[in-house]
């Protein structure tokens, strides 16, 4: 069975660090992607990263704060959230698929973690 995990939401305060972890089993993907959705607003991403770690994507919004990273040997991945926003506060979905390319919208993923909630408090 194909699934991703994700793990290490929680509430954290305006300026703090929080780091995402995703888990996935039965197989690998070339592309790895995290996606935030809050409620009324289309799911968006975050950062996306390809096989190798060569090739990232981050979102205009959290260029400088947020860090994406993969390790293939484990077959996860990994988002560090630092100087979070209140408006950074959404379920933080994981992602994959195998793209040839660095995806960066969710209808080019087909595999989809369950959700972690992250809230930061203003």
């Known amino acids: 069975q194909v699934q991703l995990v994700e793990s290490g939401g929680g509430l954290v305060q305006a300026g703090g660090s929080l780091r995402l972890s995703c888990a996935a089993s039965?197989?690998?993907?070339?592309?790895m992607g995290w996606f935030r959705r809050t409620p009324g607003k289309e799911r968006e991403c975050v950062a996306a990263?390809?096989?190798?770690?060569?090739?990232?994507y981050y979102a205009e919004f959290v260029k400088g704060r947020f860090t994406i990273s993969r390790d293939n040997a484990k077959n996860t991945g990994s988002l560090e959230m630092n100087s979070l926003k209140p408006e950074d506060t959404a379920v933080y979905y994981c992602?994959?698929?195998?793209?040839?390319?660095?995806?960066?919208?969710?209808?080019?993923?087909?595999?989809w973690g369950q959700g972690t909630q992250v809230t930061v408090s203003s």
């Open positions: 039965g197989r690998t993907f070339r592309s």
């Open positions: 990263i390809n096989w190798s770690g060569g090739s990232t």
């Open positions: 992602a994959a698929a195998n793209l040839v390319y660095l995806g960066t919208d969710r209808w080019e993923y087909n595999y």
